[in-house]
């Protein structure tokens, strides 16, 4: 399977902040990574899908790039609704899927 | 509007078989557009993919639990399920049963989630 690594895995920022968080594929996957947001007690949510393309709904604060093995999620400024754990996820392989370990993003 | 709902017992002893359905309203599972799947969130840590199944029946599992699970649909009911042999308290989990768009290979419908819980 592919295995997907994301770094930081916890992040302390404030609001207001710019905050990217850092998804790396053990092998190619092309665009095919998304991006989901996860607060506790509530189902995961989808952000990005195919690297870079916002899911309907989601504010433009958030911004995904990369292709290849090197990927990025962008949150150009905080704000309080945003703290969550943050998971990437390949589907190169789909539907055979594989997350990140996840990015938990703290005040 | 697409909903999935999991059930099944909250508590399942150590060694037995763990067995969840997701019932799926407001669309039809089907759909030659989507596979359905399950993720589950032990405590503490992140999300783990466990399988996913076309309405076919053709199903493909995680490397490190294939050996232990099996996704079943029913057409019939719109509904699909999970068993999950020998548990351990390591199976000690948020299970969620999420739907899979083929395009892109999003997860873009989610369950709640049920808490599943391995103990004597």
């Known amino acids: 399977d592919i295995q997907m690594t994301q770094s930081p895995s916890s992040l302390s920022a404030s609001v207001g902040d710019r905050v990217t968080i850092t998804c790396r594929a053990i092998?190619?996957?092309?665009?095919?990574l998304n991006w989901y947001q996860h607060k506790p007690g509530r189902a995961p949510k989808l952000l990005i899908f195919?690297?870079?393309t916002l899911q309907s709904g989601v504010p433009s604060r958030f911004s995904g790039s990369g292709s290849g093995t090197d990927f990025t999620l962008t949150i150009s400024s905080l704000q309080t609704e945003d703290f969550a754990t943050y998971y990437c996820?390949?589907?190169?392989?789909?539907?055979?899927?594989?997350f990140g370990q996840g990015t938990r993003l703290e005040i | 509007q697409l909903q999935l709902q999991e059930s099944g017992p909250g508590l399942v002893k150590p060694s037995e078989t763990l067995s969840l359905t997701c019932n799926v309203s407001?669309?039809?599972?089907?759909?030659?557009?989507?596979?359905w799947g399950w993720i589950r969130q032990p405590p503490g840590r992140g999300l783990e993919w466990i399988g996913n199944i076309y309405f076919t029946g053709n199903s493909y599992y995680s490397p490190s639990l294939k050996s232990r699970v099996a996704i079943s649909v029913d057409k019939s009911k719109n509904q699909f399920s999970l068993r999950l042999t020998s548990v351990t308290a390591a199976d000690t989990a948020l299970y969620y049963c999420a739907r899979l768009r083929t395009f892109g290979g999003v997860f873009e419908t989610w369950g709640q989630g049920t808490l599943v819980t391995v103990s004597s």
């Open positions: 092998q190619t996957i092309s665009t095919y």
């Open positions: 996820q390949q589907s190169y392989s789909s539907p055979r899927i594989t």
């Open positions: 195919g690297a870079s």
């Open positions: 407001g669309g039809s599972i089907s759909s030659n557009a989507h596979y």
